[in-house]
Structures are given as C-alpha cells and as structure tokens.
C-alpha cells in the first residue's frame, strides 16, 4: 500500500491506493502531488454521487475502473460516501448535468466548476466513451519553478499538449514570483463609488434632438457555426448604407467564412476580418479579438462612425434603425453597458475575478488564486456593449497606466469581455459617460441555463441564456427602458418569433411569399472535406444518397426508368438540415452522379424524411401524462433539446432517453437521439444519427398532474435487455431525460426503450444504431480475424487480462488490433454485458423472444463488410426514413425530375427573407 501525499498553501490532499506487487515506487514531492492530482482530476469527472473503485499499479498510476469485488481495492466516493449498492439493485437516475442557478442580472459566470475532464477510452478507435482517464503530465519540459498550487498541479495532469503545458508553468512561476499581475492600478475617475446611472425610455423620448447629424454605427459582427441563413437575415434586418459592418468568422468555421466572404463582395460598406481567431466561451481570445477589430475599424480609410455595437448571429433588433439612430444621436456622449447589479464582493467569487486563468488548448484553465489590484473599481456584466469611438480610441491607442495594467490583469481573467469595458470606463476621466443598460433584452432563465454546460472548454460553472419563442414576445416589448436588439434566437429551435418580430418592425411580405415558414441550415460541405464528418455522418450521408438513387429509378414511369437510373459519383457534395414550420423535416443530400445510360454526369438533391416510432399503450389516468418519449444523443439542458437532429446513433455513441408530459391525453412523441439540449430541451443531433460508439439519451415529456414512478426498460437488437432503471416524475414535472452508461459498442440494429407503470406498458419507442460503412474515415473493411483485445481489470493480480500492467476497464482499448479489423464494431458489448448488472431477467415480464436466434444472426452481420454491409445498412436505415423528395439542380435526362428550384423544398429553393439583394431607396435591405 502507498499513499501520495501533497501539500500547498493552505491545503493537504492525500490518498490511499493499493499495490498488489512487492515493486515500491519512490516519488519526489512534485511527482507525488502530480499523481495524485490526475487521480482526483478523475473522481472528479464522474458524475455526482456516483461511487467507484481504483487501483494505481506500479508501471502505470492511473485508475482502473472495476467492479467491488477485490478486498483489496480501496473504495473512493466521487462526492459521496455512501457505501456501493447491493448487487441486483439498480441506482436512480441522475439528471444530465445539474448545475445551480445564478441571480446574476446579466453575466453567464455561474460559479465554480470541477477540474476534471473527460477523455477517451477507445485509443485509436473512437474520439471519447466518456470514461475519464488520466493523461500523462510528464512532456519532457522543466518549470522554471516548483509549481506546488493544487489547481496549477491539475491543469498540467489535464493538459494534453506540452506547448499548452509549457504556458500554464511559465505563467504559474510569474505568479507566484509575484511578477505577472498589477498590485495597484490608478484611478482617474472623480467620483466616488461606481458610476451606473440608467436611463427611462419615457425621459429618452421627452428630450430635444441633439445639434449634429444622425451618428453612423460601426456594428461588429461575431459569428461562428453554419447558420448563414440566419445571419443574412440578421444582416437585412440592421443593414443601413450610412452604417458599417465588420464580420469576425470564428477560425474552426470554415463553411460560414466562405459565405461570408461571398456576401461582403456585395456591399461596400461590409467587410471581414483578414483574419481569424478561435473564440471560445469564456476565453481571453474573445478580448483579444473585440481590441484587434476596434483597431481594424479605426484605421478603415473613410469609416467615420460614431459607436461601435456587437452582435452575434443569434442577435435581432427589436426596434428599427431610425429608432435606434435617433436614440444614439440624443445620447452620442454616452457608453452602454450593462453591470452586474450588486455589490461587487459577491460578483467578484461568482465571476472568478479572484482566480488566475489562462487560455491553451482551446480550453480556460484555472491556475490559482489572486489578488483584485488595488486602487480601482472593478464592475462587469455583459460582454454586449454599445460605446462611442473616443472611448473606443482611448482604450486602443492610450498609453495610459490604467489600460495597459488592466490590459493585463484580463489577459488572465474568465470572461474578460464581461468585465474589462466596464472597469476601464468606470475608472477613467470619461466614467461619467456610463450608462447602466447595453440596450439589450436577454432571455435569462436561470432555472435552464446554468448547467455548467462549458466545463468541457472551462475549468468553471457558466450560464447561457435561452432562445426566445412566441410565448417570449411581450419580454421583447420592453417600454420601460430602451433596449434595440434581442438574443438569442435560433431558427433551427424556433423561426416563428423571428416571423412575429420581423412584421412588428417592418410589416409582412407580400401575398404568396415563399418559404416564411421553411428553413435551411447547412451541415456538410465537399468544400470542407470528409475530416471533418465522423463514421456515422459519412456512413449515414452515403447510405442516404443510395436510398434516393434507388428510389429514383423505381419511382420512374416504366418507359423513364432506364433514364433514372443512376450511381453515385463519390461522397455527397452538401447536405442540410431542412425544418418546415419548427419542425424537423430531415435531411437534404446532395450528390453528383452519373447514369447507367450515355449521357453526362448530372447532380441531384434527395430529400430523406425521419419516420415516426412511437406507440401509446397505456390506459390510466396517470398514463395521460406522458406525451413523448425520445432518445438520442447532444442533450441540451438548456433548451430541453437533442442538437442530433435525427437521431443518427452508433455503435460506440451514449443515448440519452428523454420524456416530455403534456396536459394532453395522447402521447405525441417520442425519440431517441445525442446531443440533448437540457436548456432549450431537445436534441441537437437533428434526425438522431446514432453509431456504436455514440452515448444516447432518452428523453420523456409529461403534463402536470399525480406525482408518478415510471420504469424505463432499453432492449437491443438480439432482445438482450441492457439496462433498466427508475424515474420519478414529480407533479410539475414537464421533461425528464437520462443517458445509461452502456458498455459500448452498440449493438447495431433497431432498439426499443419501453415506459411501464407497475409493470403496465404506457409507451414505447424505436430508435437505429446504424451499422457503419466508414471507419477513421475509410471504408470498412476486414483483415485476417484476430480477437480484438478487451482488458479486464484482474485485481487479484494487479495486471490487466493481457498482461500489459495497465489498469483500465473492460473494453477500454482496441489499439493492439489490426488498424483495418473493425469487426469489433459490430459486435456489441463482450458477454452481452451493456453494464455490470444483467437485466436479462425482465425478459419473461417483457414478453422477449428468447436471444439466442437474434444473437445468431448479429454475430453474422458484424463480419460483413463491402456490399453486403451497405446492404445491411442501407435496409436498417430504410426502415426509419423514407425518400420525400427527389430534384434535379441542372439539366436531367430523368424526365420525372423536377428542377430544384421549382421545388418548395430543396436548398435552392427561393428563400426571399433571408435573401440578400440591392440597397433600396431608404439605404435598406429589408
């Protein structure tokens, strides 16, 4: 037995771990307090309350998850001491993601986060199972300092790179030195205090205009993603030729960087940044990019405006531009932005101010502790802002001790642009100018989101407001204090508020007007190459261009068919997101291709429409509750949900199931997808395109009404039951989710997630683990068989099944395999084993036909691969999604083609409201 031992400023951390080998270690204090560190960096990574076991063996100290039945393992609760569950008993469900709410006016700092984070076990197989695993620390760099601060000591275990590394110790060791921050600033404001005064949109309204013409606006436009559609609605919406725009495209956004660099040829008075920054939430990157554009928009030859506004892309007005104009001219003296409102103590914790970070990686590590310099007030709130250019020209050109210290003190600060503006302004000769309202309305529901939904880029708890819907509005109509633009607003989750609010500003479109209601969103393009698809999109994508192709030429009159036959000229060239009325539609694939008959290569657009799986069964009061039941993957708890729209699933993805109850008698929905969105309360993973390596959520909708208990049973494919669990749905309760951890890969096939009440079903619903054609990007194929490796935890020997010596959790590596064997892919968990506990005897009770013929069967397809496998795949997808739609977007020789642009459906279809044409007679677009 060794224990680690480590001690800094003010704290000690210590813990046992056991070796069953005689070999003994000797670690020096950094070594041992690095160790033990990536240990807890791991028990902090798991979810809450949820207990588990590890050893550090003596070739390699990171944990080896296990089951408790080893005398000699040590039992370490992550954020629990309750002792392990019974064998036979099942855990509760734990909500994704809690997170507390925050009472913050308008900041997202939320409050302090866990350090760990999750890494990948399948190396070499898969992006991450969501088992965390401890990574090296040792990159082969020296610190110029013993670095002895528990959070230092955690960002260098977590860090991956060793430049990433290398920063974190260069700035520790100037910290500690005493050398990296200011200790006092100097304050050039004469009053005393904080300087916030608010102004009445009555009073605004009651004053004279003010000598002088109206003010030109120069509007920084900070955008990332793909939704350009919704941009170029954003940009109709505000766009006047007497303003300026300047268009930042987040670095990892290529697709949006094209398109905007294509619209801005348009307009003389819109450009884009000549270059480009990964802004992440939180980041000191936002800050640095906000200082380089209002440089940029200072020396642009002829660009004489006045203030300088940000937006997003998820922005809109909420009044019009003369409104606006006319306010600002009243007001030119003033600079807007919104503080915390309270006392500055508290905001200081809950924003981190007190804490060092640095940006590397992509990720804001926290460092320490630190002292706020002295001398200055410190305020903050929103990083959306309204200021005037000699405000803007004193922050970027004085060489005045205030800026330059300050400019420092944020370089190492989370949120930085939440705050910097603020303090600067508050502490110097202009503070008289603040004015406490960023002329913004924000969507702030606490409740939904804080859900420390940025822990995976931030060592912090942070909040994000929601997007607005219809029922939002009068929160739009605010007539007590003037407020211009409105966030967040997201087609893809609703385009009818966006429709509301465009006629209350501008009035309807003409009669007859196209496509109000449909909206488009790309998510691939050929432009941007396969690197960045994973194996189920490609797979997915391929399969849907054969399923259009075939019923092309089956759909065709008999005397056309040989004209309509076709095959698929290489991946497909685009494909999109297509939602008519707020609803998903499916997906839009795009493909060249060339016909079986002579004739030149053509290009042809199929539109693939998700098929609904859902089956009301009960007949109690109680079971009128339930109105949907969805799994899938990218739960976002915010908006309540699943960003994997379609629910394309995996062998190795993470389900999250998922119920929503309405006042309603029916069951309406139900689905299966990733990528849940606890805040806006559906799933991102638009049509739920699952893999074997993906994580499903499930998720259920209810109405008020009797507090209930309901059971949640999953059943693969070979009517193995995989995991079975509890949830109670209070009497408020409207939206109740979870993702199982389910040993993976996957068991491709149609799954079957069942509601019961007592054992009485009320519901169930279908959902496709789709078998992959594409593995690491390349087509599956299979090599000479051999066995791929899955280790298990042997804790009677202190090594592993394979004798390497490395603790790790069954299936946790393939990397020793054949790197083109990918029948493990297919093959399903070892054992049948989706968890450490069998379910396997609820099958009587559910009525199961007995495995072994399925599992037969499974084990047959899983060696498939080239023809056969797209065959296989092509059939499962078949039976989940239909072809809606075919078109043509040139010239055919299939005389049932309709051309594309006479469809209301495809991409190229007219999109007036967020197309982009010549300036009006009043300078306007919209």
Request: aromatic share 10%; proline share 8%; glycine share 8%.
């Amino acid at each position: 037995m060794a224990r680690l031992v480590g001690q800094g400023p003010g704290d000690t951390w210590e813990a046992t771990c056991f070796h069953t080998t005689k070999t003994q270690r000797t670690l020096d204090h950094q070594t041992a307090v690095l160790e033990l560190i990536k240990f807890s960096a791991f028990k902090e990574s798991l979810p809450r309350g949820k207990g588990f076991w590890a050893t550090i063996h003596p070739a390699a100290p990171g944990p080896c998850l296990t089951s408790p039945s080893s005398e000699e393992v040590s039992r370490v609760g992550a954020n629990s001491t309750d002792p392990p569950p019974p064998k036979g008993r099942q855990r509760k469900p734990r909500p994704l993601d809690p997170g507390e709410g925050s009472k913050d006016t308008d900041s997202s700092a939320g409050r302090r986060g866990s350090t760990g984070r999750r890494h990948g076990r399948w190396r070499g197989r898969a992006e991450s199972l969501g088992v965390p695993v401890a990574k090296p620390t040792d990159n082969g760099f020296t610190p110029k300092c013993e670095i002895v601060g528990k959070d230092a000591l955690s960002a260098l275990a977590r860090a991956s790179t060793k430049q990433c590394q290398q920063e974190i110790a260069n700035v520790v060791c100037l910290h500690q030195a005493g050398s990296l921050m200011p200790e006092t600033v100097p304050r050039h404001c004469q009053l005393a205090g904080k300087m916030s005064p608010g102004i009445q949109w009555e009073e605004i309204r009651a004053q004279p205009p003010m000598d002088g013409p109206p003010v030109r606006i120069a509007y920084m436009l900070v955008v990332h993603g793909r939704a350009v559609r919704q941009l170029k609605r954003l940009l109709k919406a505000v766009y006047h030729e007497r303003h300026f725009f300047y268009i930042h495209v987040d670095q990892r956004s290529n697709y949006l960087h094209r398109e905007v660099m294509a619209l801005a040829q348009q307009y003389e008075n819109v450009r884009v940044t000549p270059w480009r920054m990964v802004t992440i939430w939180g980041g000191a990157s936002l800050l640095r990019m906000y200082l380089r554009s209002m440089r940029d928009l200072l020396e642009v030859p002829g660009w004489t405006w006045d203030f300088f506004i940000n937006l997003s892309a998820t922005d809109y007005p909420t009044r019009t531009n003369e409104e606006l104009v006319a306010f600002l001219s009243k007001n030119r003296d003033k600079n807007f932005l919104k503080s915390h409102g309270r006392d500055n103590s508290r905001f200081i914790k809950k924003q981190g101010l007190d804490r060092l970070f640095h940006e590397c990686d992509s990720h804001m590590w926290r460092l320490g502790e630190r002292q706020i310099p002295v001398g200055i007030v410190v305020d903050g709130g929103s990083d959306w802002f309204v200021l005037t250019r000699s405000f803007v020209e004193y922050v970027v050109y004085t060489d005045d001790p205030l800026v330059a210290q300050l400019r420092q003190f944020y370089t190492y600060t989370l949120l930085p642009a939440e705050s910097f503006f603020h303090t600067v302004l508050e502490n110097s000769p202009a503070c008289e100018s603040l004015v406490d309202n960023n002329l913004r309305v924000t969507n702030w529901n606490r409740k939904l989101g804080c859900k420390c939904q940025y822990k995976h880029i931030v060592d912090w708890c942070g909040c994000s407001p929601n997007d607005f819907k219809p029922q939002d509005f009068l929160r739009l109509q605010q007539v007590s204090r003037p407020t211009f633009f409105a966030r967040k607003f997201e087609s893809t989750v609703n385009q009818e508020v966006l429709e509301i609010l465009d006629f209350h500003l501008y009035g309807s479109y003409p009669s007859g007007t196209p496509a109000l209601k449909a909206y488009w969103e790309n998510t691939y393009h050929v432009a941007d190459g396969p690197g960045g698809l994973s194996d189920i999109l490609l797979t997915a994508y391929t399969a849907f261009a054969r399923l259009g192709l075939r019923h092309a030429a089956t759909a065709a009159p008999p005397p056309a068919a040989p004209l309509c036959r076709f095959e698929p000229r290489g991946l497909p060239s685009s494909v999109h997101l297509y939602f008519y009325d707020d609803h998903f539609q499916g997906y839009l694939v795009t493909q060249a291709v060339q016909p079986s008959a002579q004739g030149p290569a053509e290009t042809l657009e199929m539109w693939l429409m998700p098929q609904g799986s859902l089956k009301l069964l009960g007949r109690s009061d109680q079971a009128s509750r339930l109105q949907s039941v969805e799994v899938g993957t990218e739960w976002d708890p915010k908006e309540r949900l699943f960003r994997n729209f379609g629910g394309l699933l995996g062998p190795l993805d993470e389900p999250v199931a998922m119920q929503r109850w309405a006042r309603g008698p029916n069951l309406t929905a139900t689905v299966v997808g990733t990528e849940w969105d606890p805040k806006e309360r559906l799933f991102r993973n638009f049509g739920g395109l699952l893999g074997p390596l993906d994580e499903p959520v499930a998720m259920q909708r209810w109405a008020r009404g009797p507090n209930l208990t309901a059971t949640v049973v999953w059943i693969d494919p070979a009517y193995v039951v995989a995991t079975s669990y509890d949830i109670t749905v209070d009497s408020e309760t409207e939206v109740t989710q979870y993702k199982p951890p389910l040993s993976r890969p996957l068991r491709p096939g149609a799954w079957t997630v069942r509601l019961l009440q007592f054992w009485e079903p009320l519901g169930e619903t279908r959902f496709l683990v789709l078998p992959l054609t594409f593995n690491r990007k390349l087509p599956l194929r299979k090599v000479a068989l051999v066995p791929s490796p899955r280790p298990r935890c042997n804790m009677d020997s202190g090594r592993d099944e394979m004798g390497t010596g490395v603790g790790s959790v069954a299936m946790l590596t393939a990397s020793s395999a054949p790197p083109d064997d990918a029948s493990w892919l297919h093959a399903g968990p070892p054992h049948n084993e989706y968890t450490e506990q069998s379910f396997q005897g609820l099958s009587g009770i559910l009525n199961l036909p007995q495995p072994e013929p399925a599992e037969e069967a499974t084990r047959r397809r899983a060696e498939l691969t080239g023809p056969a496998l797209e065959a296989w795949t092509d059939g499962e997808l078949s039976s989940f999604w239909s072809v809606a739609g075919l078109c043509a977007m040139g010239p055919s020789a299939c005389p049932s083609l309709e051309p594309c642009r006479l469809t209301s459906w495809s991409s190229l279809s007219p999109d007036p409201k967020s197309e982009l044409g010549p300036v009006k007679a009043d300078g306007r677009l919209r």
